[in-house]
């Protein structure tokens, strides 16, 4: 197995273009179980983790662009104050040695449907920046899973970073598992308030063959609460909005739970979370990590 260790983004996008087969590297906590367990043999292995370039985050025009190697230990310690739902999704990720290692470029790179971090990016409009030596594509989230662990990079491209606005309201991340940590969830549901314009935004893992939005379900509460008042929540519109989340799945029965049961338990998350975002917006709490 030839092994490229790039020592800067330039050279990573280089090593690509040079070696389209090659499999990047970044924590390793999905690449090497593959390898481990026979399930991938790639002839080249290029490991990013001599890339300074995208083990940093920064800020700039109201919006975060966090390296695609980052770990989720550091992004949860440096910005959990200003992506609230990624943070609490992140603390969901498999153990703190996982957490240490694995990043949220890998996670995307996997693109499995029960990749964690990916539905509080759909739930804050994130785009996913991706380069390759011909040039930049920033692909909204929503467009960037492509099917069961498929995503839209092109053969020559890598993951450069995360582009995600820090939160202007409470943000909220439920995961049902089989147990509560080292799980593969059995279904997610991200919530994300936005009373700067009067918007909610979701994101459902692992019950369909991508992560994907409640859209329906979105328009439907965004209408129905009272952002300027910010009176209680009515039970019948919590209601609703729980059975709309589950329409816009569309689970298979597997090992890890039924469909049914996850239509129910998206359901259940998505009342729970819009209680708890709702009321952190009503007494003013912004912040939920
Ligand atoms: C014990 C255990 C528990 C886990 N628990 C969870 C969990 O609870 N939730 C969860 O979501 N995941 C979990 N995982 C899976 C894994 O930790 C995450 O998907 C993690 O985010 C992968 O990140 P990584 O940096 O280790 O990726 P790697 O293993 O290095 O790479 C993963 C994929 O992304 C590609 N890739 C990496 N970086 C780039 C880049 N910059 N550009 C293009 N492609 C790239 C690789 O080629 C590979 O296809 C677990 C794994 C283990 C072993």
């Given at each position: 197995m030839e092994f490229l260790r790039p020592a800067s983004w330039r050279e990573a996008l280089e090593a690509k273009v040079a070696h389209p087969d090659a499999t990047p590297i970044a924590g390793g906590t999905d690449v090497m179980v593959e390898i481990n367990f026979g399930h991938r043999r790639p002839s080249t292995l290029l490991d990013l983790t001599g890339v300074p370039e995208l083990t940093g985050w920064s800020e700039a025009d109201g919006a975060l662009r966090i390296g695609a190697g980052l770990p989720y230990t550091r992004l949860i310690n440096e910005l959990g104050d200003r992506v609230p739902g990624l943070a609490i999704a992140s603390r969901t990720v498999g153990s703190p040695q996982i957490r240490n290692f694995g990043t949220l470029g890998g996670n995307l790179g996997s693109?499995?449907?029960?990749?964690?971090?990916?539905p509080p990016l759909l739930a804050s409009d994130a785009l996913i920046e991706v380069e390759s030596v011909h040039g930049k594509r920033l692909i909204p989230a929503t467009e960037f899973f492509t099917g069961v662990k498929r995503n839209?990079?092109?053969?020559?491209e890598l993951i450069a970073a995360v582009h995600i606005a820090p939160a202007t309201g409470p943000q909220q991340f439920s995961k049902v598992g089989t147990?509560?940590?080292m799980v593969i969830a059995v279904c997610t549901f991200a919530i994300s308030l936005h009373p700067d314009r009067k918007q909610v935004g979701t994101g459902i893992g692992s019950a369909a063959p991508t992560p994907l939005r409640a859209q329906v379900a979105e328009e439907f509460l965004s209408a129905e609460?009272?952002?300027?008042?910010?009176?209680p929540l009515e039970d019948s519109v919590a209601r609703r909005f729980g059975e709309l989340v589950a329409q816009a799945a569309s689970p298979i029965d597997d090992v890890r739970g039924t469909a049914g049961y996850r239509r129910h338990a998206l359901a259940v998350m998505a009342r729970r979370t819009l209680s708890w975002v709702w009321h952190d917006h009503c007494s003013g709490r912004q912040e939920c990590a």
């Open positions: 693109a499995s449907p029960a990749g964690d971090g990916h839209a990079l092109a053969e020559d147990r509560n940590a609460l009272d952002w300027e008042q910010r009176r």
